[in-house]
T-cell receptor, first 114, second 116 residues
Framework: DQQVKQNSPSLSVQEGRISILNCDYT??????FLWYKKYPAEGPTFLIS?????DKNEDGRFTVFLNKSAKHLSLHIVPSQPGDSAVYFC?????????????FGTGTRLQVTL | DGGITQSPKYLFRKEGQNVTLSCEQNLNHDAMYWYRQDPGQGLRLIYY???????QKGDIAEGYSVSREKKESFPLTVTSAQKNPTAFYLC???????????????FGAGSRLTVL
């Protein structure tokens, strides 16, 4: 039972354009959401997070939007740069206090082309 | 620089052999985790430890064992009881095991285990 779903395994975007990565979840108990970025042969690194009390969180070129009624979140990267090419994992937690319950999606591979 | 070191990077094992993957952190983090990544699947939690000398099973603990004798170290043993051990293994840590910061994990570079 995949509680966190990233339905697009890959995405290709031109440099300078907006990249939109999507994530859906089924568990209504999730209240904290994170995005991690992974380069080949490296471990994932934390990118940005959002609590369920918010619907938007912004950090530089990266913005995460949360739609609780639709159980959907998205990561926007504007403008996209070649260095953004990586695999992006969406993750969700049932409580801000239980990292052991962090559930990951399957990842979306983003390729930013010149 | 602080971080997590996993070794070996690549490991080959014959069926029936136990192998131990090393994970060391110098971040002074309380909590440590082991995840497994398979193609087309998200990261799945094997074991986690919130404090020294304490650890709990994650979602897929069968066939694995861990220890947490030191704060810095959280080795994972893949035993012969693990039916499908070929995978990419990631070790992670977080500064706390409670609160929002518990969700912000620092990962190692991973160990790829192949069973021949």
């Amino acid at each position: 039972d995949q509680q966190v779903k990233q339905n697009s395994p890959s995405l290709s975007v031109q440099e300078g354009r907006i990249s939109i990565l999507n994530c859906d979840y089924t568990n209504s108990m999730f209240d904290y959401f994170l995005w991690y970025k992974k380069y080949p042969a490296e471990g994932p690194t934390f990118l940005i997070s959002i609590s369920s009390i918010k619907d938007k969180n912004e950090d530089g070129r990266f913005t995460v939007f949360l739609n609780k009624s639709a159980k959907h979140l998205s990561l926007h990267i504007v403008p996209s740069q070649p260095g953004d090419s990586a695999v992006y994992f969406c993750a969700a937690s049932g409580s801000t206090g239980t990292a052991s319950k962090l559930t990951f999606g399957t990842g979306t591979r983003l390729q930013v082309t010149l | 620089d602080g971080g997590i070191t996993q070794s070996p990077k690549y490991l080959f094992r014959k069926e029936g052999q136990n192998v131990t993957l090393s994970c060391e952190q110098n971040l002074n983090h309380d909590a440590m985790y082991w995840y497994r990544q398979d193609p087309g699947q998200g990261l799945r939690l094997i074991y986690y430890s919130q404090i020294v000398n304490d650890f709990q099973k994650g979602d897929i603990a069968e066939g694995y064992s861990v220890s947490r004798e030191k704060k810095e170290s959280f080795p994972l043993t893949v035993t012969s009881a693990q039916k499908n051990p070929t995978a990419f293994y990631l070790c992670a840590s977080s500064i706390d095991h409670r609160g929002a910061r518990a969700n912000v994990l620092t990962f190692g570079a991973g160990s790829r285990l192949t069973v021949l």
